[in-house]
């Protein structure tokens, strides 16, 4: 009887539930456009190959080029503009401090007239709104060169997202032509991150109770793997199922289905 226990308990520990999956990219990326404009180059044959740095999608930036260069052009001119009314308004504050000097002296003199005394005053704040309008002169350009430092980033932003690159990732599927005009949030093209792969698996209850230390057998290979990421949420899909995912080193070929067993060794 005792003999017969244990084979039923040595039975149980290695008995498994089996589940499949297919060897999937670590990362597939659905790209849309950031921008509108015309489709220059979308180079189908690129479709399965390793992208480099060089854009496998290019959209019409010449409009932008240009602009982002006048943008340049003249942030540089206003920032001379302000150099030369820092150097006015340093002269009319030395011109005020003499103004403001001589209308106290004069203020005090009884021999000088009324009239004398109220030109003068009028010299004094004809001095003060000068300077003041001036240092208002050069709070203005400074405003506008915040606002065209602002136009500069969003075109050089726009610059790049018309220069589409994936360094590193495979082009999977190209959704544009050239010739074809784009707008915001059009679909271009799909990019996978092949670096990696994983497995989806959807666990059922009693697999899910320390899952992450189980051990993972893939076609029957014992293996170093671990489940990498394990959701307690049960899927809508897959009614009482929780989704595991398991980080696999990059395959020769991607898309092959295998059999996972989780095992308390």
């Given at each position: 009887m005792k003999f017969f226990i244990v084979i039923m308990l040595m039975s149980s520990f290695s008995f498994a539930k089996v589940y499949y999956a297919k060897v999937e990219p670590f990362e597939l990326r659905a790209i849309s456009?950031?921008?509108?404009g015309l489709v220059l180059q979308a180079d189908e044959d690129l479709i399965g190959t390793t992208l480099s740095s060089k854009p496998y999608i290019l959209i019409d930036s010449e409009?932008?080029?240009?602009?982002?260069?006048y943008v340049k052009d003249k942030l540089e001119y206003m920032r001379e503009i302000i150099k030369v009314n820092e150097s006015i308004l340093e002269n009319l504050a030395k011109n005020l401090a003499?103004?403001?000097?001589?209308?106290?002296?004069?203020?005090?003199l009884k021999f000088?007239?009324?009239?004398?005394?109220?030109?003068?005053?009028?010299?004094l704040i004809s001095s003060e709104n000068l300077y003041l309008n001036t240092q208002k002169e050069i709070n203005n350009l400074k405003i506008q060169i915040t606002d065209m430092k602002l136009r500069e980033v969003q075109l050089q932003r726009s610059i790049k997202d018309k220069n589409l690159k994936?360094?590193?990732?495979?082009?999977?599927?190209?959704?544009?032509?050239?010739?074809?005009?784009?707008?915001?949030?059009?679909?271009?093209a799909k990019v996978a991150d092949v670096s990696r792969a994983k497995l989806t698996i959807f666990l059922d209850e009693k697999d899910l109770l320390n899952a992450e230390q189980k051990t993972l057998y893939i076609d029957g290979k014992k293996t170093s793997y671990k489940i990498s990421r394990v959701l307690n949420i049960a899927d809508s899909k897959n009614i009482s199922k929780y989704m595991a995912q398991i980080i696999l080193k990059s395959p020769k070929i991607f898309s092959k289905l295998v059999k996972v067993e989780l095992k308390n060794d």
């Open positions: 456009s950031n921008v509108s409009v932008d080029a240009k602009e982002l260069k003499k103004k403001r000097e001589n209308y106290k002296k004069v203020e005090s000088k007239s009324s009239v004398e005394k109220d030109r003068e005053f009028s010299e994936a360094k590193g990732f495979v082009l999977y599927e190209m959704l544009v032509k050239p010739g074809q005009v784009v707008g915001i949030s059009t679909p271009l």
